[in-house]
């Protein structure tokens, strides 16, 4: 089994959400157009929550914690 990099781990998600948000539409239009650009969306949510993630061992547990927006 490889070993785990957490660093490297939250900086390929970093990398995911870049190219999420870099990637162009395909040759599609009307109902399959709107569901990709639906996950599209969620794609680059998902990866960029993680990318931006710090992250602790605590009690064995790998713990990221997400900034979930402005806390003053």
Known sequence: ????????LIGRFRERAQ??????????AGDERQLFLKQAELDFLDFS?????????????????IPLGNSG
């Not at 089994?1 to 490297?8: F, G, S, T």
């Not at 190219?19 to 599609?28: D, H």
């Not at 993680?50 to 990221?64: D, K, P, Q, R, S």
């Open 1 to 8: 089994m490889a070993e785990l990099d957490v660093d490297a």
């Open 19 to 28: 190219a999420v948000q870099e990637r162009g539409l395909p040759p599609v």
């Open 49 to 65: 929550l993680v990318g931006n993630a710090n992250w602790a061992v605590e009690e064995g547990h790998l713990v990221l914690r």
